[in-house]
């Protein structure tokens, strides 16, 4: 089995080598050069890419945008033709160090691939590399991130920004609230069942026991996100908590109330206990939610007795009324 393996990795090392011939011969230069820059981010090796590695596709952000268009192609390229499980999640990161470092040109190629983006836009819910044993358990771990990556685009679609990019931390805080402030119940609740599936989708993360520094990798960015998804959510929680007794429609407070339960369930499966002023402020809400809810349900059978009687008085009126025109 060990000689089965080392001859894997020998293969796979040549083959490496071959695409990075192949692509120094490609007719122009700028392609070759992001070819080159690919597969130097996304070899074989089940390691993570480094940084100098990592920046090299960065940079093709800060150029034209024809070239930025280029860079995502052969990236989604490289992706989908390989039936590795290391270069498939090697293309993954690189991918999730697009959306959170590069630049706006670069994420702008990304969240429109092909054409107009999609749910399933990496379309990888059937991958499977059944070399052994271990690639097959990292199978379960380039699904997983495929799907959370999907999921992170679509977050952003429905803010209006990209919340774990660098650029979204230079914007101040107080702008956020403020964005925040201006948006309906019913804008407000999108926005917090978006994150609370982004939260959902880390819970699924794969229970595997083969874990390898790759995947380290992508688990340590993956939580770095999640810190950014969790400051989203707590701005978004209080100014909705804020607005519980003024909420006109009954069925907005059991949305709410039925969200915060679903991030609740989250913690537990999460085994996270950092962050406690979070996930105190979810926990708070949502009382706040079921005692207004309960309130409510109070004085409803108040307002329907009080219907009955408004009722039953104006037939007594009009029956009056009609006594009075017949002696008329």
């Known amino acids: 089995m060990g000689r089965l393996k080392k001859l894997r990795n020998f293969i796979d090392i040549l083959k490496d080598k071959a695409s990075l011939i192949q692509a120094t011969l490609s007719i122009t230069k700028c392609h070759a050069s992001v070819n080159v820059a690919v597969l130097h981010a996304t070899t074989h090796n089940p390691s993570p890419p480094s940084e100098k590695r990592l920046a090299a596709v960065l940079n093709f952000g800060n150029r034209s945008r024809l070239t930025a268009c280029a860079c995502i192609e ?5 992706l989908h033709d390989s039936q590795s499980a290391s270069v498939a999640l090697k293309c993954l990161l690189t991918i999730h160090n697009v959306i959170n470092r ?25 991958f499977r590399d059944n070399s052994d044993v271990e690639t097959w358990e990292l199978s379960n771990w380039v ?26 931390n230079i914007v101040d805080n107080k702008d956020k609230e403020q964005k925040v ?6 804008e407000l609740l999108n926005e917090i069942n978006v994150l609370v599936d982004f939260t959902e989708r880390i819970c699924d993360a794969p229970d595997s026991l083969q874990v390898n520094s790759l995947v380290f990798e992508v688990m340590r960015i993956v939580s770095e996100d999640f810190m950014l998804v969790q400051s989203e959510i707590f701005v978004r929680v209080m100014e909705l908590g804020n607005r519980m007794e003024s909420m006109i429609y009954g069925t907005e407070s059991t949305q709410f109330f039925n969200v915060l339960k679903r991030l609740e ?11 406690d002023g979070f996930w105190d402020l979810i926990r708070q809400t949502k009382k ?7 309130k409510r349900e109070e004085m409803r059978p108040a307002v329907v007795t009080m219907g009955h009687r408004d009722e039953s008085a104006v037939s007594e009126s009009t029956r009056f009324g009609k006594q009075i025109a017949d002696s008329g």
Do not use: H, T
């Not at 052969?74 to 490289?78: I, N, S, T």
């Not at 402030?181 to 019913?186: A, D, E, F, I």
């Not at 706040?288 to 309960?294: D, G, H, I, S, Y």
């Open 74 to 78: 052969v990236l989604m390229d490289r």
């Open 102 to 126: 590069g630049s706006f040109i670069l994420k702008d190629q990304l969240s429109f691939y092909p054409c107009c983006g999609g749910k399933n836009f990496l379309n990888l819910s059937n």
């Open 143 to 168: 699904r997983w991130y495929a799907g959370l990556l999907e999921q992170s685009l679509m977050v952003s679609r429905v803010l209006g920004y990209y919340f774990c990019s660098c650029d979204s």
């Open 181 to 186: 402030l201006s948006l309906l119940n019913s």
């Open 265 to 275: 369930d989250c913690k537990e499966r999460l085994n996270r206990a950092d962050n």
């Open 288 to 294: 706040k939610v079921l005692m207004v809810k309960e």
